[in-house]
């Protein structure tokens, strides 16, 4: 099964979108999700310049060789622009596997340990009212676990609200929460770390109090918080019983868990920036997270992905993939099928696209009664149709930033 032809598309249907397709001497075909929100085309150039000559007359079966290959022969390692692009390889290639083979990836993988996905929504609010319907219209969307984020007074415009975000992904596009806007330069977002401890414990206990201590609660800090900062609010939070507070601290200082672990039992969840099995690994023999927060997209592909959850179930750490809108729905497939195939799964962030991305890529991926599941067509059950994404050239946009009130820039 020799790769004839490896090709690039990007598509902006209702956000930017990279992909690889491969196509072997038997006309079968993979696609593989290279998207880095905000980065994309230095993807495109490492994919096109540096990845796309070596894989041409490879033989698509070998997965591990080829990942390898990809991964020491550079030297230059890791980081999200070489892995997004190695990740894209290793999926197609699991697809091709999975067509070659006639089964869908699960099944190779070892088969399904469950018959859906637990996935949570973003439900998000500037004030409480906006913020309960936002909850409720996901509750009658059937998602049976929920992501709760708040404006916070005295902020102009912060991370995870939906209302503030409405134009990012152009016309009718149906999304919770977009951060990245289409334009020149990167938009300004406000912050102010003391003002959003004093009022989020605040926003759980009458979300917990209009909606009961049932539903598994979220809450994405966005590596805003000093360890410290971290530690209090974790505690703050303990009588709301939250599912998982992620990002607390910038993923950078892995060390800062180790502090903020003493002092709360809420449980944590990091990752959705890092790259490989190397920046888990501490974490997780030190068991100071619950849950991993990698993505196919970023951490190399379903290859490397799969051994970091395989290492993980060892510490009873628990899969949190990452899964808003900038993973494509060849990614949001290629992670569906390691979630229902592995044992340690934890829960699947489900944003959902829109109506034109789901007309670029045609998914079999079903969402049902707040379970996700792969699908069983061979391979990931993803297909591009490559007309509908012409349609929609690449626009550049980029994710905001933070500045402080005194202007001092801050972590977004
Ligand atoms: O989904 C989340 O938890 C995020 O934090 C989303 C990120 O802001 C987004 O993927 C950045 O591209």
């Given at each position: 099964?020799?790769?004839?032809?490896?090709e690039?598309?990007?598509?902006?249907?209702?956000?930017n979108?990279v992909?690889?397709?491969l196509?072997?001497?038997?006309?079968l075909?993979?696609?593989?999700?290279?998207t880095?929100n905000?980065?994309?085309?230095?993807?495109?150039a490492?994919?096109?310049?540096?990845v796309?000559?070596?894989?041409?007359?490879?033989d698509?079966h070998?997965?591990e060789?080829?990942?390898?290959f990809?991964?020491?022969?550079?030297?230059?390692?890791?980081?999200p622009?070489?892995?997004?692009?190695?990740a894209?390889?290793?999926?197609?290639?699991w697809?091709?596997?999975g067509k070659a083979?006639?089964?869908?990836?699960?099944?190779?993988l070892?088969?399904?340990?469950?018959?859906?996905?637990?996935?949570y929504?973003?439900?998000?609010?500037?004030?409480?009212?906006?913020?309960?319907?936002?909850?409720?219209?996901?509750?009658?969307?059937?998602?049976r676990?929920?992501?709760i984020?708040?404006?916070?007074?005295?902020?102009?415009a912060?991370?995870g609200?939906?209302?503030?975000?409405?134009?990012a992904?152009?016309?009718?596009?149906?999304?919770?929460?977009?951060?990245?806007?289409?334009?020149?330069?990167?938009?300004?977002?406000?912050?102010?770390t003391r003002?959003?401890?004093?009022?989020?414990?605040?926003?759980?206990?009458?979300?917990?109090?209009?909606?009961g201590p049932?539903?598994?609660?979220?809450?994405?800090?966005?590596?805003?918080?000093?360890?410290?900062?971290?530690?209090k609010?974790?505690k703050?939070?303990?009588p709301?019983?939250?599912?998982w507070?992620?990002?607390?601290t910038?993923?950078?200082?892995?060390?800062?868990l180790r502090?903020?672990?003493?002092?709360?039992t809420?449980?944590?969840?990091?990752?959705?920036?890092?790259?490989?099995?190397?920046?888990?690994?501490?974490?997780?023999?030190?068991?100071l997270?619950?849950?991993?927060?990698g993505?196919?997209t970023?951490?190399?592909?379903?290859?490397?992905?799969?051994?970091?959850?395989?290492?993980?179930?060892?510490?009873?750490?628990?899969?949190?993939?990452?899964?808003?809108?900038?993973?494509?729905?060849?990614?949001?497939?290629?992670q569906a099928?390691?979630?229902?195939?592995?044992?340690?799964?934890?829960?699947?962030e489900?944003?959902q696209?829109?109506?034109?991305?789901?007309e670029?890529?045609?998914?079999?991926?079903?969402?049902?009664?707040?379970?996700?599941?792969?699908?069983?067509?061979?391979?990931?059950g993803?297909?591009?149709?490559?007309?509908?994404?012409?349609?929609?050239?690449?626009?550049?946009?980029?994710?905001?930033?933070?500045r402080?009130?005194?202007?001092?820039?801050?972590?977004?």
């Amino acid at each position: 099964m020799r790769i004839d032809k490896a090709e690039v598309i990007v598509t902006s249907p209702d956000r930017n979108f990279v992909t690889l397709k491969l196509t072997t001497e038997d006309g079968l075909t993979g696609l593989g999700d290279a998207t880095l929100n905000g980065r994309e085309l230095a993807v495109v150039a490492y994919l096109k310049e540096h990845v796309v000559p070596l894989l041409l007359g490879r033989d698509a079966h070998r997965i591990e060789d080829t990942w390898q290959f990809l991964y020491r022969s550079a030297y230059w390692r890791r980081g999200p622009v070489t892995m997004a692009a190695v990740a894209a390889v290793d999926m197609a290639l699991w697809d091709l596997k999975g067509k070659a083979a006639g089964l869908p990836v699960y099944q190779l993988l070892g088969g399904a340990s469950r018959q859906g996905l637990l996935a949570y929504g973003h439900a998000s609010g500037k004030e409480l009212p906006e913020l309960f319907d936002s909850v409720r219209e996901h509750l009658d969307e059937g998602y049976r676990a929920i992501r709760i984020q708040t404006g916070v007074p005295g902020l102009k415009a912060i991370y995870g609200i939906a209302s503030q975000s409405a134009d990012a992904g152009g016309g009718e596009a149906r999304y919770d929460h977009e951060p990245a806007r289409r334009g020149a330069l990167p938009v300004q977002e406000d912050w102010d770390t003391r003002a959003y401890l004093r009022h989020l414990p605040g926003v759980f206990e009458a979300v917990r109090n209009e909606f009961g201590p049932e539903i598994p609660l979220l809450h994405d800090g966005h590596h805003r918080l000093t360890p410290i900062q971290a530690a209090k609010l974790g505690k703050e939070l303990e009588p709301y019983d939250l599912f998982w507070l992620e990002d607390c601290t910038p993923a950078e200082n892995q060390e800062s868990l180790r502090l903020v672990r003493q002092h709360t039992t809420t449980p944590l969840a990091i990752g959705e920036v890092f790259n490989t099995i190397w920046d888990f690994k501490d974490l997780i023999r030190e068991q100071l997270i619950d849950y991993m927060r990698g993505a196919v997209t970023h951490m190399g592909g379903i290859t490397p992905l799969k051994k970091t959850m395989d290492y993980a179930a060892m510490y009873q750490v628990k899969s949190g993939f990452h899964g808003p809108t900038d993973i494509s729905p060849v990614g949001m497939a290629a992670q569906a099928h390691v979630g229902l195939a592995i044992h340690n799964f934890g829960i699947q962030e489900y944003m959902q696209h829109g109506a034109k991305t789901n007309e670029v890529f045609h998914q079999s991926y079903t969402w049902e009664n707040g379970l996700l599941h792969p699908g069983t067509k061979p391979g990931l059950g993803v297909e591009l149709d490559v007309d509908e994404a012409g349609k929609y050239p690449y626009e550049q946009a980029y994710l905001p930033y933070n500045r402080l009130a005194d202007g001092t820039i801050h972590d977004w």
